[in-house]
């Protein structure tokens, strides 16, 4: 059935990964056209799937294949040049980056080293996020998942080339339930955990088996044969997702098949003489891919951190950068690394890679945990570090958007046997950027905060999401509002919410159609979708102001850029401070339906307004800082210290509130 064979070099193979290394690069310094360019990676999976089924399957079938020879050589050709970079970077930014920065960098390097950083990422932000870009070894994701297909991927062959005594038949319907199975998680998955389907490798092992699969069909003794107008269409595929697909769509899912399909025909096809893969620029390019790719993503960060990502010569300047590193990596490490491992025995070599794996991690971990002062002005360590300064208890205080009931933190009265709940802080991430503040405003020792918080919930009774399956915030309001109704009646609870995000959306959402809806799903942000979620806002204040007086906090400023960062690295490179402010009348406009509807809670139910404006704003700008130190961690999340300049209103709202004991 199959008639297995070694083939020579493959000019198709190399000339794709030029074309995948090029798309990613190409999408990552954003230019215009390669809007898709991501799925550059998806084209590089199935290639290695295809790689990898051929040494390990040919080497079973030959009675040949040891598993310890094939990880050194995946080591060999993996770890130098990945170590090279980490290594650099940690050197280079001990003398520009600050603290923050610096420790960040450090964890990275520890999770790329120990290939999980894509489990890492999956915790955080979205791949698309503006936060992306700073993540000096973000890219390093593909890595980890392809290394932990190579960890996994030759023990499951092994098992079932031994079950099936040899039938490599059985190998081929391994390889395709694989693929059925994965791609079918896969796009269960993305619509409800974007980043698990994105990062991790259960979401993305259809692709690898995709290239395992073309192997297996490409040496049936009768190979199918791809007639010019399918290598054409499987060409079209690759190149309309490179063009067409954007960040906008869930991904991998369903949208990641066609330019998977299309490698694998192309693949399939075999065809060595194609100039789109031929010619001696893509085989330059693709013969350098892995280093290029290793070393272009650190220069796009570069772009961002030293704000220069808008400019043409400086983009330009790094795209060439990244081919130069590229081949300077290529020349100098990935080659003579590969050939002088491979002249000494099995033992040396790996203890060689293994110790320069171990010498590289330890500065990581080290990095990571330690403050190193002194490197940059202490001015601007002092800036930078406010991106440190909110709740130390804030990743487990915030319910997740999923668990669908608060954790229930409290703050405040822990020495005392008979403590006083004194107020409820309930809301978003902004609520649980304050609460801490609340606490430090109670008058009494006595008294604690209760924390009812939810990372992205907007506080509307019934709202649902569009492309989250397991957005639970309706849960999560329907249960604090049962719980509300056990507690004191003359505890307040303080409402603190981003609603413009999820009403008016963030300033790149506000022309599509909205992610959020309480009855049924909105084109767009008419004057329907308006009435109901603010209608939604306004009842569902007022239904907690049934139980207890209700306080509900004015839109904090969302800032047009990280404070912390757009500060401290102004006087790194610039030597003079740069302070990041919005314009009020851009402030009040944005948050102008969201103003009129507290305004008609509270006239509706009594509902209290705490203002911010006078405390952030003067009459031109509202200011991401207070005498030169940035008042937000980020763009829109107060840090302990910002949130602090509203302790006035807090103290004012515990001191009124009358407090007797909790039975």
């Keep these: 059935m199959f008639a297995l064979k070694k083939a020579g070099f493959r000019y198709d193979i190399n000339g794709l990964r030029a074309w995948a290394v090029m798309s990613v690069l190409l999408f990552h310094f954003a230019v215009p056209g390669f809007a898709g360019g991501f799925a550059g990676v998806d084209v590089f999976f199935v290639i290695s799937g295809l790689l990898m089924t051929d040494i390990i399957v040919s080497g079973l079938h030959q009675q040949r294949f040891q598993l310890g020879v094939f990880y050194l050589a995946r080591a060999k050709r993996i770890f130098p040049a990945l170590i090279v970079l980490v290594a650099v970077l940690l050197t280079a930014a001990w003398f520009v980056l600050p603290t923050p920065d610096y420790q960040e960098l450090g964890s990275q390097s520890g999770y790329a080293l120990g290939f999980i950083s894509n489990i890492d990422f999956a915790r955080a932000d979205n791949y698309f996020d503006s936060a992306a870009h700073e993540k000096w070894l973000l890219h390093t994701w593909s890595l980890a998942a392809e290394w932990q297909f190579y960890m996994a991927f030759p023990l499951l062959l092994m098992l079932v080339y031994k079950l099936a005594r040899g039938n490599l038949g059985w190998i081929f319907v391994t390889l395709v339930t694989l693929f059925i199975s994965s791609f079918a998680y896969s796009v269960w998955l993305t619509p409800r955990s974007p980043n698990d389907a994105f990062y991790l490798l259960p979401a993305r092992a259809w692709e690898m088996a995709a290239g395992g699969i073309v192997y297996m069909l490409a040496h049936l003794k009768r190979k199918p044969q791809v007639p010019t107008w399918l290598y054409a269409a499987g060409w079209l595929a690759i190149i309309a997702t490179f063009v067409f697909v954007s960040n906008e769509t869930q991904w991998p899912g369903p949208w990641a098949f066609f330019a998977v399909a299309g490698t694998m025909l192309v693949l399939l096809a075999d065809r060595q003489s194609n100039m789109l893969i031929r010619h001696p620029v893509a085989q330059w390019l693709g013969l350098r891919s892995y280093s290029i790719y290793l070393w272009h993503w650190p220069l796009a960060v570069l772009l961002f951190f030293i704000q220069q990502q808008g400019t043409l010569s400086w983009v330009l300047l790094m795209m060439v950068l990244s081919l130069v590193l590229g081949h300077l990596s290529y020349q100098w490490v990935e080659n003579p690394t590969r050939k002088g491992l491979t002249a000494l025995n099995m033992k040396p070599a790996t203890a060689i890679l293994l110790a320069s794996l171990v010498f590289t991690f330890i500065p990581s971990t080290i990095i990571k945990k330690s403050h190193f002062g002194g490197r940059v002005d202490p001015a601007i360590d002092l800036i930078a570090s406010e991106v440190k300064n909110s709740n130390p208890l804030r990743s487990k205080c915030l319910a997740r958007n999923s668990s669908g009931a608060p954790v229930g933190c409290t703050y405040g009265a822990e020495q005392h046997e008979n403590p006083q709940l004194s107020i409820i802080v309930l809301g978003d991430s902004h609520a649980g950027s304050v609460v801490r503040a609340v606490e430090r405003a109670l008058p009494r020792s006595d008294q604690y905060v209760l924390d009812w918080t939810m990372s992205g919930c907007s506080i509307i009774a019934g709202i649902q999401s569009t492309t989250d399956f397991n957005y639970a915030c309706d849960d999560f309001v329907a249960e604090t509002m049962l719980r509300s109704k056990t507690l004191p009646s003359h505890v307040p609870l303080l409402i603190v919410n981003r609603y413009a995000q999820y009403i008016i959306g963030l300033e790149q959402e506000e ?124 763009d829109d999340h107060l840090s302990e210290y910002g949130a602090d300049f509203l302790a006035a209103e807090f103290k004012r709202i515990t001191t009124r509130a009358a407090a007797p004991e909790v039975e």
């Excluded at 942000?525 to 049934?546: D, H, K, P, V």
């Excluded at 402030?587 to 509807?597: F, G, L, M, N, V």
């Design 511 to 634: 022309a599509q159609a909205p992610k959020y809806y309480i009855t049924e799903p909105h084109k767009d942000r008419n004057e329907a979708f308006f009435a109901e979620m603010t209608t939604g806002l306004i009842n569902t204040a007022c239904a907690y102001a049934e139980d207890r007086p209700v306080y509900m906090l004015r839109p904090i400023p969302e800032m047009p850029a990280n404070v912390p960062q757009v500060m401290s690295r102004s006087l790194l490179f610039g030597g003079t401070l740069e302070r990041v402010a919005l314009p009020r009348v851009v402030y009040e406009s944005r948050q102008a339906r969201i103003i009129a509807a507290q305004d008609e809670a509270a006239a509706q139910c009594g509902i209290e307004i705490v203002e911010v404006a006078e405390t952030f704003c003067d009459q031109e700008y509202c200011w991401g800082d207070k005498a030169g130190r940035p008042i937000y961690y980020d």
